[in-house]
């Protein structure tokens, strides 16, 4: 811990801890918003698996790999990446090669994180792997579990994630309740590892990044250089102020934010946000975000449930709105989005799209416009219009969204500016969509092909907010 500290002490950083949050990282002088506050490399990570999306084991890359010709898991895109891994990956190869083909084909990245944590923690005790203040495993060892506190089911999943930890590693003297206690630490410390645009690549452990606590209104993000975490802030931080991000997506109404952090965190969230819980400004940003909207489609106001629950009122003409017709369209919308899930899984774009506009249309019926839900299908059909190059009609659906994005990221939020970047980039591609159909693009030099596609840089949007690992 003194080492932690004197490390930290020279980034103008120190470890407290508070009867609440237990520790918590406070700042010692003044930080300005873009300014770095601390950085991380991992102390184990991995990409993610997803069938036909392999990465770099090294730099998660997805270009030019090739397997591990000996554990045939691991793909490595030169031998830059696989020479800087291969002491750890030496012991890991020899483990997975013991299973049977299909076995190791099914070893899910949060097993083989648990592999790698333990295969480093046995490297570090050899002095195989040198050890420094902010990356070892007594920081891993003080990291919060919940273990006592969740639930039944979840105990038994971490049991058997453990047991197939022990039959890829087999140790004899291998402490099982620690493993799954690991596994319970890694749910509410381990972050995903996104790209510049956003994009999920993996899974890693940043045992000093896991210090920081959570706030709806955090005053910094954690994003990634590669695989270095890096906090930056996003507001004037003043000299012994914590350090805080969000673990969440901040968009969403008190109850479901309350929620996602009881649920996988494990705590009540009094930040300034959560502490306006039932307060009337509270209740009409709830109305507004996750509620329904007036029955004149020109009033914009929200609703709120009338005293005797048969209906709701307009909160600025006081019309009442039929319950039953709300509920109607409410689960028109649900049966029709399962719907889509599932034709979208089939792979038919067109009719996807077609469906999407059809819950949109029912979503301007029924909810308000600055609705989380009716966003999110803006998004759907964005994403589908930018996949066929639709430059015009998609830039329409990314303007649509902007306002949208304003109220529920605020500030120097990143998913803001990527929202904006995207818009800037629909705004090009439509002008030279447009060059191309009138003759004139060969004069400019450039063509379509020249830009970053802004498919990509949407893609990444909605990866984010997975920052924080699921098990
Ligand atoms: C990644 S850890 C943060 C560091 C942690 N406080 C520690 O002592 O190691 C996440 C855990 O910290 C606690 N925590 C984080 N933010 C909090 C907050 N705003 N209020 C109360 N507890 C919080 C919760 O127990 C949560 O599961």
Redesign the pocket.
């Known amino acids: 811990m003194e080492e932690l500290q004197s490390a930290l002490k020279e980034r103008d950083l120190i470890v407290c ?1 508070l009867p ?5 990282l406070l700042t010692t002088r003044d930080f300005y918003p873009g300014e770095v506050i601390i950085s991380q490399e991992p102390y184990v990570c991995v990409p993610n698996k997803s069938s036909g999306n392999r990465r770099c084991d090294g730099c998660f890359t997805s270009s030019n790999l090739r397997k591990c010709s000996a554990c045939h898991v691991v793909w490595y895109c030169g031998s830059t990446c696989q020479k800087l891994d291969w002491k750890l990956h030496r012991l890991e190869c020899q483990a997975l090669s013991r299973l049977d083909m299909d076995k190791r084909k099914s070893v899910t990245p949060s097993i083989r994180l648990m592999v790698k944590l333990y295969l480093r923690r046995k490297l570090e005790s050899e002095k195989v792997i040198p050890t420094t203040a902010t990356n070892n495993y007594n920081l891993v060892e ?3 579990s ?1 273990i006592s506190d969740i639930d039944e089911k979840q105990l038994v999943l971490y049991a058997q994630m453990a047991s197939l930890v022990n039959l890829i590693l087999q140790w004899p003297e291998i402490n099982m309740k620690e493993i799954a206690e690991n596994f319970s630490k890694f749910a ?2 381990a972050h995903t590892i996104c790209d510049g645009e956003l994009r999920p690549l993996g899974t890693g452990l940043y045992p000093v990044i ?6 709806c209104l955090p005053n910094s993000v954690l994003v990634f250089e590669g695989r270095l975490a890096v906090v930056r802030a996003v507001q004037h931080i003043t000299q012994g102020a914590e350090v ?1 991000i969000s ?1 969440i997506d901040t968009a969403g109404s008190t109850m479901t934010r309350q929620k996602a952090l009881t649920e996988q ?7 300034p946000r959560c502490i306006k819980a039932g307060q009337s400004d509270d209740i009409q940003e709830s109305a507004i975000l996750e509620g329904y909207q007036c029955k004149d489609y020109q009033c914009n106001g929200f609703l709120l449930r009338s005293s005797d629950g048969k209906g709701f009122i307009c909160q600025r003409c006081g019309v009442v709105r039929d319950k039953e017709e709300i509920r109607k369209i409410a689960s028109e919308v649900k049966s029709m989005l399962d719907t889509v899930l599932m034709s979208s899984s089939a792979g038919n774009h067109q009719e996807t799209f077609f469906m999407y506009q059809k819950i949109e249309t029912l979503q301007r019926k029924l909810c308000h416009p600055f609705s989380i839900s009716l966003m999110q299908t803006c998004e759907k059909l964005l994403e589908i219009l930018m996949e066929q190059q639709n430059w015009r009609e998609a830039l329409a659906y990314c303007r649509l969204t902007i306002p949208v994005y304003q109220r529920v990221y605020p500030g120097f939020h990143p998913l803001l500016g990527l929202q904006y970047y995207t818009c800037g980039k629909l705004e090009w591609q439509s002008l030279l969509a447009y060059w191309h159909s009138v003759g004139l693009p060969k004069s400019t030099g450039m063509c379509v092909q020249d830009f970053y596609s802004p498919v990509e840089v949407y893609k990444g949007l909605k990866g984010f907010w997975a920052t924080r690992t699921v098990l």
Request: charged share 10%; hydrophobic share 30%; net charge positive.
């Open positions: 801890t609440e949050k237990g520790r918590c003080a990291l919060v919940h509410c410390n896991s210090i920081i606590n959570h706030s805080l673990y965190y494990l705590f009540t969230c009094t930040c």
